[in-house]
């Protein structure tokens, strides 16, 4: 049979650790004899960010920005023992954080729902879908030490230099310690706030939106008061015509009733909550590595990645010839995910046909009672038994069942 011909290439990262295994492996049996592949292809693997000092990663975000859908593998962010393990020549920031500050987009989460696997919180029916705001917050924070004695202060200047405001944060009199300051811009708020509204009317699901405002009365106020605004003027008629409803809340009490709901809903947060709420939404609904995770830009740009980390402990058992068994359902994903993009964007339904018979391929290997390691404790189905596949087999599994 002859391959799906692609028009405009996907912007393609490759990673580190056993996720980079698993991204050769994944279009090797499920993409290449398939599709005939064209990508602008970029190393965001640690040793090549190290060599470019991370010119490599602006550079897939500015291709990404030029080409409109990119697939990202996941990479590490270094800390100080990856420093001395890689032998970096610095900490270098994280790819995802640098990414979406280029494209200044909107990360958007969805669980991939199996038949067989539970949700740890059984009253979860529906998926929980998180929308969290990829610019700025602590993931632009600039930080420091404080020694006994200083006093650090916020310090806002104007054009010319003049001080037009200068406040205490803390006078460390009494003992050294540390001092963070966040920023966010009132053009990126807006953009998440647009992103969510159009999100949630494409899904037509009720949005949530979270934050801790009766404590920052500023920061926190102002992220609440530009949601409102946009609702009132450009969507409210849009959500009442859907049969939908937006609601703002505190950040701790939309934690509660997230665990109390059916699911169903589109959950706003930002940086650092989505951050942090995405893992446990994943982990809730079994695994991190079922979990989608697409980066959605103002201007209508994609990227596609999945929602999990490299994998280290088992890419340490693969460099030793010891067999793993690695999900890779959310790998699979982003690339399904941004071949179907391409597809819809290109005109090129058998592209974005093709992408949803392998999604389906995958979700229903593992409905069969077939899959990694980590879902085999998850599942339960009436009559069937799962089977422990290792992560070349599992690939292979599916493989089978797309070709059948």
């Not at 229903?364 to 990694?372: A, H, K």
């Not at 980590?374 to 599994?397: C, H, I, M, T």
């Amino acid at each position: 049979m002859a391959k799906i011909q692609m028009k405009t290439p996907i912007v393609e990262m490759d990673g580190d650790e056993m996720t980079r295994v698993l991204w050769q492996w994944i279009k090797e049996d499920l993409i290449l004899p398939y599709v005939d592949l064209k990508t602008e292809y970029y190393d965001l693997g640690l040793p090549e960010r190290d060599r470019t000092e991370d010119a490599v990663t602006v550079a897939a975000a500015e291709a990404n920005r030029r080409l409109g859908v990119g697939v990202k593998c996941a990479t590490i962010t270094p800390n100080a023992q990856r420093v001395e393990e890689y032998k970096l020549k610095k900490m270098w920031k994280s790819p995802n954080g640098t990414i979406r500050r280029i494209l200044d987009g909107t990360v958007f989460r969805a669980p991939i729902l199996a038949k067989g696997i539970t949700p740890y919180i059984p009253g979860w029916k529906k998926p929980i879908v998180l929308a969290r705001h990829a610019y700025g917050d602590v993931y632009a924070g600039v930080e420091t030490r404080a020694a006994a004695g200083d006093k650090a202060y916020l310090l806002v200047e104007g054009e010319n230099g003049e001080v037009k405001e200068k406040l205490l944060i803390h006078d460390f009199a009494r003992g050294g310690g540390i001092v963070q300051s966040v920023h966010n811009l009132d053009a990126s708020i807006a953009s998440f706030a647009r992103s969510c509204f159009n999100y949630a009317l494409d899904l037509k699901m009720p949005l949530w939106f979270a934050t801790k405002d009766t404590i920052s009365k500023t920061y926190d106020h102002r992220f609440k008061d530009i949601f409102a605004e946009i609702f009132e003027k450009e969507y409210k008629e849009k959500f009442a015509a859907a049969g939908i409803e937006y609601m703002y809340t505190l950040i701790d009490d939309a934690v509660a009733r997230i665990v109390r709901s059916e699911g169903g809903v589109l959950w706003a947060c930002k940086n650092y909550d989505g951050d942090v709420m995405s893992d446990m939404v994943a982990t809730a609904y079994g695994s991190l590595g079922m979990m989608t995770s697409v980066l959605v830009s103002p201007e209508g740009n994609y990227e596609f990645e999945a929602a999990h980390g490299t994998v280290t402990r088992h890419y340490y058992k693969h460099l030793k010839g010891e067999e793993t068994s690695t999900n890779s359902v959310a790998t699979i994903f982003a690339w399904t995910g941004a071949l179907a993009k391409r597809g819809e964007l290109d005109g090129i339904p058998t592209l974005t046909e093709f992408a949803k018979k392998l999604e389906r391929s995958t979700v229903e290997t593992i409905e069969s009672g077939e899959m990694t390691g980590d879902l085999v404790p998850l599942f339960r189905a009436e009559g069937v038994q799962p089977k422990k596949l290792n992560s070349r087999e599992f690939l292979l599994a599916v493989k089978k069942r797309l070709e059948a």
